[in-house]
T-cell receptor
Framework: ETGVTQTPRHLVMGMTNKKSLKCEQH?????MYWYKQSAKKPLELMFV???????ENNSVPSRFSPECPNSSHLFLHLHTLQPEDSALYLC??????????????FGSGTQLSVL | EDQVTQSPEALRLQEGESSSLNCSYT??????LFWYRQDPGKGPEFLFT???AGEEKEKERLKATLTKKESFLHITAPKPEDSATYLC?????????????FGTGTLLAVQP
C-alpha cells in the first residue's frame, strides 16, 4: 500500500467517549502532521512531528493528544470532545528538509461528528 | 500577521471556458507558495510550489504564477474532471518551521 492511510474514515462519538484516530504513511517521510478542516475555514495545523519529536503544538486543547511512536505512524487520541470539534481531521507527511516545508502528502481524512 | 485570501469563493465554468483563481497573501518573508487540489471526501493533493516572483509552473491545463503579492492559478479549456476545491498556502521565513498557512479555497465547478 502506498501514500498516507487514515482510519477510520468516519467516526461518531459522544462527548464522554474516548477514541483514537490512526495515520500511517508508506512514503519514507520523516515528518507527520495533524490538520483540522472545518467548513468555510482554512486548514488549521494542530500538531507537527519531525523525526518523531513534536515540534509544533498550535495551541490545541488538551482533549486532543497526539502520539508518534515511529516515523510511519501517528495517532490522535480524543477524549471529552465538544460538538464544535466536529470536523474533518487530516493527516499528512513530508520529507522535512531543514525547515523547508516541501510538499505535503495528505490522507483522505477522518470525518468526525461529536454528538 | 501572515494571511492568505483566495477568490472567488466559488466559480462555475462551462467546459472549455478558461479562467483564473486568485490567491493574495501577506507574509513577512515568503519561503514558498503552494497550490493543492482537493476532491470531495479526499485530502488535498499537491499541485505546485512557487518560490519567487516571476516564477511559473504548468501541469496539463493548469498554470500557476507568482508575484510579490499574489498568485494566480490559470485554468485553460477546463474539463469536468477539473472540478474540485483549489487551496493555496504559504510558508513564511522566520515563523515556526513546517507551518503552512492555508486559504479557504476556491470551489470550481466545470459543467459539460
Amino acid at each position: 500500500e502506498t501514500g498516507v492511510t487514515q482510519t477510520p474514515r468516519h467516526l461518531v462519538m459522544g462527548m464522554t467517549n474516548k477514541k483514537s484516530l490512526k495515520c500511517e504513511q508508506h512514503l519514507g517521510h520523516n515528518a507527520m502532521y495533524w490538520y483540522k478542516q472545518s467548513a468555510k475555514k482554512p486548514l488549521e495545523l494542530m500538531f507537527v512531528y519531525s523525526l518523531e519529536e513534536r515540534v509544533e503544538n498550535n495551541s490545541v486543547p488538551s482533549r486532543f493528544s497526539p502520539e508518534c511512536p515511529n516515523s510511519s505512524h501517528l495517532f490522535l487520541h480524543l477524549h471529552t470532545l465538544q460538538p464544535e470539534d466536529s470536523a474533518l481531521y487530516l493527516c499528512a507527511s513530508s520529507q522535512d528538509q531543514k525547515g523547508a516545508n516541501e510538499k505535503l502528502f495528505f490522507g483522505s481524512g477522518t470525518q468526525l461528528s461529536v454528538l | 500577521e501572515d494571511q492568505v485570501t483566495q477568490s472567488p469563493e466559488a466559480l462555475r465554468l462551462q467546459e472549455g471556458e478558461s479562467s483564473s483563481l486568485n490567491c493574495s497573501y501577506t507574509v513577512s518573508g515568503l519561503r514558498g507558495l503552494f497550490w493543492y487540489r482537493q476532491d470531495p471526501g479526499k485530502g488535498p493533493e499537491f499541485l505546485f510550489t512557487l518560490y519567487s516572483a516571476g516564477e511559473e509552473k504548468e501541469k496539463e491545463r493548469l498554470k500557476a504564477t507568482l508575484t510579490k503579492k499574489e498568485s494566480f492559478l490559470h485554468i485553460t479549456a477546463p474539463k469536468p474532471e477539473d472540478s474540485a476545491t483549489y487551496l493555496c498556502a504559504v510558508q513564511a521565513y522566520g515563523g515556526a518551521t513546517n507551518k503552512l498557512i492555508f486559504g479557504t479555497g476556491t470551489l470550481l465547478a466545470v459543467q459539460p
